[in-house]
Nanobody, 116 residues
Framework: QVQLVESGGGLVQPGGSLRLSCAAS????????MRWYRQAPGKERELVAL???????NYADSVKGRFTISRDNAKNTVYLQMNSLRPEDTAVYYC??????????WGQGIQVTVSS
């Protein structure tokens, strides 16, 4: 059974930092693209960042220069380092593994709230 478990969310003040982790089990995450999505209240889910098997990365324009995605294949884990957080970064963040056949794998989501 495949599981993606996010951790590291919480409440942070504007300008602060958080590091999200997504620990995968039941799959060898090293052979997959790994992605982070987020969904704010009343908005559609949006792609935040992705990292491929060669560690090439891509980011949404809204987080470029502030967020960094990375992976530790030995730990089967992907990370999202979030710096200079803004209130508009408030959302539920989801870890995602896209699949060519079958439904994508998704984590349960973790809340990030940026507020003073």
């Amino acid at each position: 059974q495949v599981q993606l478990v996010e951790s590291g969310g919480g409440l942070v003040q504007p300008g602060g930092s958080l590091r999200l982790s997504c620990a995968a089990s039941g799959i060898d995450a090293s052979i997959y693209i790994m992605r982070w999505y987020r969904q704010a209240p009343g908005k559609e889910r949006e792609l935040v960042a992705l990292i491929n098997v060669n560690r090439n990365t891509n980011y949404a324009d809204s987080v470029k220069g502030r967020f960094t995605i990375s992976r530790d294949n030995a730990k089967n884990t992907v990370y999202l380092q979030m710096n200079s957080l803004r209130p508009e970064d408030t959302a539920v963040y989801y870890c995602n593994v896209p699949r060519a056949i079958g439904d994508d794998y998704w984590g349960q989501g973790i809340q990030v709230t940026v507020s003073s």
